[in-house]
């Protein structure tokens, strides 16, 4: 639902409007002169002074509300506007020809033709780029791709040294080297009997 806008009456006009209807009603309090700072009016003259200040009041609404139009108006058709002028620098150039003097009656100025840079220019420059792109770690997107995660294997021996598994550890960015575990040692041998102790 559409909020409704609501216009506040001008005080000084509405004070105005209430004057003229009581001079139309009453006159001057039912004299028909009325002295005002030093200067007498009569109805007639009275009634204009007021009329004056309500129609001046009433002309700068009028006024702003027409601005106000035609900044609206002009904001919608400046899209409008531009297309139309582009089209018509098109046309002309392409039926005049590209003549700067012949443009310049018109207010074209072309752009000016860009000039091709030297070999020199074009080597140092893209070496400064190389360069700035390896300071800054910048990459394209096939450089991005190329990077993976390595996933390390560890595979576990039992105590005998016999592979029990070989369970793939979680993702890790770091490319580690497969890492074995080392079997368990042995059980120490028995120590032999000594013959000579009973």
């Known amino acids: 639902m559409a909020a409704k806008t609501t216009t506040k009456k001008n005080s000084l006009l509405v004070r105005a409007e209430a004057r003229i209807k009581g001079i139309e009603a009453n006159k001057f309090g039912g004299s028909d002169t009325l002295m005002i700072a030093g200067t007498s009016f009569d109805v007639d003259t009275g009634t204009a002074r007021i009329q004056a200040v309500a129609g001046t009041i009433e002309g700068a609404d009028a006024a702003r509300t027409a601005a106000r139009t035609a900044v609206a108006k002009k904001k919608a058709e400046a899209p409008g506007d531009r297309q139309f002028l ?62 993976g995660v390595v996933k390390p294997v560890v595979t576990v021996h039992g105590p005998d040294g016999e592979v029990l598994s070989p369970a793939p550890a979680p993702a890790t960015a770091l490319a580690l080297p497969a890492v074995n575990a080392a079997p368990a040692p042995a059980a120490p041998a028995a120590a032999p009997a000594d013959p000579v102790a009973k």
């Open 86 to 147: 582009k089209d018509f620098d098109d046309a002309l150039i392409q039926q005049v020809g590209r003549d700067p003097v012949v443009l310049a009656e018109y207010g074209i100025t072309l752009p000016a033709p860009r000039a091709k840079p030297k070999a020199t220019s074009v080597v140092t420059g893209n070496a400064k780029r190389a360069q700035t792109r390896t300071k800054r770690g910048i990459m394209g997107p096939k450089a991005r791709a190329a990077i």
